[in-house]
């Protein structure tokens, strides 16, 4: 078995398709397809069920996928180690981050973090906190940024930054005109809300938590899987929504939408490392910008 044979492996495992893959790692499909067979008939046994035209990874290729993956990423450390040792002249830095960081606060200190080592690559990846902790766990990525605590004994965490929430209406919503907003008024509402295991919607319910209402009370309406799509049906009428000053910055001052006079609790931005992983120089300085808040934000 070679590490080239689980690269292989690991494209066509999640991407289910032989054809997807080999574009993805620019090999032909017959190289593919020659990898996988070989995988499959030096240890006896299907990774993969042909259902139709298609593949379908099986119960065997499930469970083999998770060790491929700790071995691409040990690997991958070992890379890592060896370029370390020199500068920081060259290099990669894998980062996954959560949506509002990664569209709104982490592009500046990207650019900035270029400025001062234009030889190190970036590979920026984006999903939900609970999405972005779990690629830090499963060694996918070095370095992730997330809104809100992660629970996780594997995971290192450090403050990087803060933001505050915002409960925006339309401007049209009967409790924009109003002095004073309970909790009974939030919790008869409507709300468009992001989608479990994001930092957003954790971050919101904690906050509202402490602004004395219950966010199990809340009437939710629509859950959806992005800021931009939350922001959006607020200013369609559909509700209320809580989201990230960076995100609702713009539709606030086009009118679009009404920031409700509701003060919440600041959130915070948090980094995750793997405690039990190798730290690169590289991950090292870029963290070392974003503590130090060098940038012009």
Same mark, same amino acid.
């Given at each position: 078995?070679?590490?080239?044979?689980?690269?292989?492996? /690991?494209?066509?495992?999640?991407?289910?398709?032989?054809?997807?893959?080999?574009? %993805?790692?620019?090999?032909?499909?017959?190289?593919?397809?020659?990898? /996988?067979?070989?995988?499959?008939?030096?240890?006896?046994?299907?990774?993969?069920?042909?259902?139709?035209?298609?593949?379908?990874?099986?119960?065997?290729?499930?469970?083999?996928?998770?060790?491929?993956?700790?071995?691409?990423?040990?690997?991958?450390?070992?890379?890592?180690?060896?370029?370390?040792?020199? &500068?920081?002249?060259?290099?990669?830095?894998?980062?996954?981050? !959560?949506?509002?960081?990664?569209?709104?606060?982490?592009?500046?200190?990207?650019?900035?973090?270029r400025l001062l080592y234009p030889a190190i690559t970036l590979d920026v990846?984006?999903?939900? !906190?609970?999405?972005?902790?779990?690629?830090? /766990?499963?060694?996918?990525?070095?370095?992730?940024?997330? #809104?809100?605590?992660? !629970?996780?004994?594997?995971?290192?965490?450090?403050? /990087?930054?803060?933001?505050?929430?915002?409960?925006?209406?339309?401007p049209t919503h009967p409790l924009v005109h109003k002095t004073s907003i &309970?909790?009974?008024?939030?919790?008869?509402?409507?709300?468009?809300?992001? #989608?479990?295991?994001?930092?957003?919607?954790?971050?919101?319910?904690?906050?509202l938590m402490q602004a004395g209402c219950c966010a199990a009370s809340l009437?939710?309406?629509?859950?959806?899987? !992005?800021?931009?799509?939350?922001?959006?049906? &607020?200013?369609?009428?559909?509700?209320?929504?809580?989201?990230?000053?960076?995100?609702?910055?713009?539709?606030?001052?086009?009118?679009?939408?009404?920031?409700?006079?509701?003060?919440?609790?600041?959130?915070?931005?948090?980094?995750?490392?793997?405690?039990?992983?190798?730290?690169?120089?590289? %991950?090292?300085?870029?963290?070392?910008?974003?503590?130090?808040?060098?940038?012009?934000?």
């Amino acid at each position: 078995m070679t590490l080239e044979q689980l690269r292989i492996f /690991i494209a066509v495992a999640e991407r289910e398709h032989v054809t997807a893959a080999s574009q %993805a790692l620019n090999l032909t499909q017959s190289a593919v397809s020659n990898a /996988i067979a070989a995988l499959e008939e030096r240890y006896g046994l299907k990774l993969f069920d042909r259902v139709g035209r298609g593949i379908v990874l099986n119960e065997y290729g499930r469970l083999f996928l998770a060790e491929a993956r700790a071995v691409m990423a040990r690997a991958g450390q070992a890379e890592a180690l060896l370029a370390d040792l020199g &500068t920081l002249k060259t290099g990669h830095l894998s980062i996954y981050a !959560s949506q509002t960081i990664a569209s709104y606060w982490l592009p500046e200190r990207l650019a900035q973090f270029r400025l001062l080592y234009p030889a190190i690559t970036l590979d920026v990846q984006i999903g939900n !906190s609970h999405e972005v902790a779990e690629a830090v /766990i499963q060694g996918q990525c070095e370095v992730g940024l997330v #809104e809100g605590v992660v !629970s996780h004994p594997l995971l290192q965490q450090e403050c /990087i930054g803060q933001d505050h929430l915002t409960i925006i209406a339309y401007p049209t919503h009967p409790l924009v005109h109003k002095t004073s907003i &309970t909790a009974d008024d939030l919790s008869q509402a409507v709300w468009v809300m992001r #989608e479990q295991g994001s930092g957003t919607r954790s971050s919101f319910e904690d906050a509202l938590m402490q602004a004395g209402c219950c966010a199990a009370s809340l009437n939710v309406g629509m859950t959806l899987p !992005s800021n931009e799509a939350v922001l959006n049906a &607020t200013q369609n009428g559909v509700g209320l929504a809580g989201l990230s000053e960076y995100v609702v910055r713009t539709a606030l001052a086009a009118g679009q939408v009404v920031a409700l006079d509701v003060p919440l609790a600041p959130r915070f931005f948090q980094s995750l490392r793997h405690r039990e992983r190798y730290h690169t120089r590289t %991950a090292q300085a870029f963290l070392a910008l974003l503590q130090t808040g060098r940038t012009n934000a």
